[in-house]
């Protein structure tokens, strides 16, 4: 089964590049005869969307870039390597970088996305009996719980009173939904638990008895990032500017102090925003100088080059499948409405459940979601008597479930470890059907 996957993805799935273009003519062809839209109209929507991801692009680029730079940092490293050391057995390694990424994607996700996949790495320097690509795909598989975390867009979007809630739901939630019914509910707890468990298992158990490491040793080398004039002294105002700490100090106070406004003074979350500031402070104070800090940014730059060149591409099936044409209807709400159709009080979360997860291939987006399903799926889940808080949770395992085998979020993990999505998605394909069992159960019991 697991030969079957692996073999079969390595097979079928292209670039992660080419696959965002056949998504794209999917959407469309799609689109035009279920929304009854003309060419020239979903050419349109897709023009008209491409835009739409610029500044959340350019926030998930500086996660990869600040992420990968604070990981360069001489005690980083040193830190890391140590943990690295931990595991005495190559399914130990794999067992071990799953739960920490879980974890870690549990409580932020832009946190965990990078600090799983560096852990990873560095296990595998320290480890020549470890497979490779099932250890960075267990990094990634981690982040499969993310939308049930201490992040995620959906649950917090419904604890936010205000106008906005009303009005995206169509008047179906005028009140905010507590944390306490969505992200803390029991029912969603122990989907975590049972999903991480879950996951560690099969990543533990598909690990070949006698593992070898399936990638060129070149892969695994660890950037210098030193500077090699450091150690001159300073001859000019430029260079004393280039290599003073206080510089680097200050700024990373500035970052600091704005943190402890927007959290505890403020009483805000700690949203992608301010998981940058986290990296670009410690990178900024744990390099030696601000010379220091620019070089390894630069060399992490590199990283970042998917993301750029997809995310736009995908913000424009997000404009297909959100836009509306004359016809009044879109193909996210078609989708949305065909769920409806067929459910139940007691199938309605599970349906939801796996409406998201399809429409995740196409929009894999929680606000790209939450502005396609809430005003569809909160009033249907209220005329059937199913709580807001279940409805809501169903839409954000959906969009985090096929994340497993969608490569846009895989692009800077990917990066990283500098492999290609069909290195790790047959791994993830296994994960994908396991941890559907196990979400698609809880979405059953939670509705008894």
């Known amino acids: 089964m697991i030969k079957f996957c692996v073999r079969l993805v390595q097979r079928w799935l292209p670039e992660p590049f080419i696959f965002a273009i056949l998504l794209t003519f999917v959407a469309a062809l799609v689109a035009m005869p279920l929304c009854h839209q003309t060419p020239l109209e979903v050419v349109e929507h897709w023009g008209d969307g491409v835009w739409n991801l610029l ?158 490491l399936t990638v060129e040793r070149s892969l695994l080398k660890d950037d210098d990032n030193t500077v090699t004039d450091n150690a001159e002294s300073p001859k000019t105002p430029a260079q004393q500017l280039e290599r003073s700490k206080l510089l680097s100090w200050l700024v990373a106070l500035m970052l600091v102090a704005y943190l402890i406004i927007h959290l505890i003074v403020r009483d805000a979350t700690l949203d992608l925003g301010g998981v940058i500031m986290i990296f670009l ?47 009044g209807i879109s193909l996210g709400g078609v989708l949305a409405e065909a769920c409806i159709q067929i459910s139940n009080p007691v199938t309605y979360p599970l349906l939801t459940f796996l409406c998201a997860a399809v429409l995740n291939l196409f929009v894999p987006s929680g606000g790209g979601h939450w502005a396609v399903q809430a005003p569809v799926m909160f009033t249907a889940g209220a005329s059937l008597g199913v709580d807001p808080g279940l409805t809501g949770m169903a839409i954000s395992w959906g969009d985090a479930w096929t994340n497993l085998i969608q490569p846009f979020w895989a692009l800077p993990a990917l990066a990283i470890a500098r492999l290609n999505a069909k290195d790790i998605m047959g791994y993830c394909l296994i994960d994908l059907l396991i941890t559907g069992v196990i979400i698609c159960a809880g979405m059953l019991i939670w509705a008894m």
């Open 281 to 327: 402070a410690l990178g900024l104070v744990l390099h030696s100088t601000p010379l220091d800090y620019v070089r390894a940014f630069g060399k992490a730059t590199t990283g970042a080059a998917g993301i750029i060149l997809q995310f736009p591409f995908y913000a424009g099936i997000m404009g297909i499948v959100t836009g509306v044409g004359l016809s």
């Open 55 to 212: 500044e959340f692009a350019m926030q998930m680029a500086l996660v990869l870039v600040c992420g990968s730079t604070l990981a360069a940092a001489p005690v980083i490293k040193r830190a890391i390597n140590a943990m690295a050391r931990l595991p005495q057995s190559a399914p130990a390694a794999i067992a071990l970088v799953t739960v920490v990424s879980a974890l870690s994607c549990w409580l932020n996700w832009g946190f965990g996305l990078i600090v799983g996949v560096v852990f990873a790495k560095a296990i595998a320097r320290q480890r020549s009996d470890v497979d490779y690509r099932l250890l960075i795909a267990s990094a990634y598989s981690g982040f499969v719980v993310w939308h049930a975390g201490l992040s995620g867009s959906i649950p917090l979007t419904m604890a936010t009173p205000g106008e906005a809630l009303s009005m995206a739901t169509s008047g179906a939630l005028t009140d905010p939904v507590p944390l306490a019914q969505t992200i803390f509910d029991w029912h969603n707890l122990v989907t975590v638990l049972f999903v991480i468990i879950g996951i560690t298992v099969a990543n533990t158990l598909m690990h070949p008895k006698q593992g070898i």
